[in-house]
């Protein structure tokens, strides 16, 4: 199951000071994380730009990327060890939104179009968007979760830089599907688990679908 970070802050950061540390939290893991990662953050002119990468994320040099105020991050621990392609990387990304997921979903009677699992949820959430996307994203989950035998995990994150929501839904194993919040001096983190050696995280309710306005 894979690991996420979202930060957002009122002044300029640079990613490095981010993803050092969300690089120890995958390095550690209890599960290996080191199926490739990527992340999307909006540039000095407000563009949105994304990277990715099939090399495990604590081998990655950090220091190239320039000061951003949103950061979007996801390291991939593939199911079964399959589908290791840089194409199969999220943040998977449309005209408007970014999308990053982890979980396991077993028996899903849904058809949509997508390479792999989580960009079939991303495509059949959109379908719901009628110009409000917290509630797509509600009414999309709701029923990916009546026509799925099994949901160890559903954790999404998705933005498109303006307003960002989350979904959060695990049936098992708290400590690692569990998503958690803090905010420091302006700067709003939440990420699969605390950095290391800090203790002022927040853990968020499972079962939350929320629009993150911090």
């Known amino acids: 199951m894979c690991r996420l ?16 540390k969300f690089a120890e939290v995958c390095r550690i893991s209890k599960e290996y994380q080191g199926h490739g990662w ?9 563009d949105r730009r994304i990277h990715k990468s099939t090399k495990p994320i604590w081998e990655e040099t950090f220091s190239k990327w320039p000061a951003t105020t949103f950061l979007l991050v996801h390291a991939r621990s593939a199911f079964r060890d399959e589908g290791i392609e840089i194409e199969n990387n999220m943040p998977f990304s449309d005209n408007r939104y970014v999308f990053i997921f982890n979980g396991e979903l077993q028996g899903v009677r849904i058809k949509e179009d997508g390479r ?9 959430i959109k379908r719901f968007d009628k110009g409000d996307m917290l509630q797509a994203l509600q009414k999309g989950t709701d029923i990916i979760q009546k026509k799925t035998r099994y949901i160890r995990a ?13 979904c959060t839904h695990y049936n098992e194993d708290p400590v690692y ?3 958690h919040q803090t905010r420091k001096n ?14 002022d995280w927040q853990q968020i309710e499972n079962n939350t679908t929320k629009e993150i306005k911090e």
């Open 5 to 20: 970070l979202l930060v957002k802050s009122d002044k300029p950061f640079y990613p490095s000071e981010h993803l050092e």
């Open 38 to 46: 990527g992340m999307a953050y909006r540039d000095v002119m407000g």
């Open 116 to 124: 792999i699992g989580a960009e079939k949820i991303f495509n059949y």
């Open 154 to 166: 559903m954790n999404i994150i998705l933005t498109d830089f303006e307003r960002t929501f989350l």
């Open 177 to 179: 599907f569990a998503m």
């Open 186 to 199: 302006g700067t709003y983190m939440l990420c699969s688990q605390p950095y290391p050696g800090e203790t």
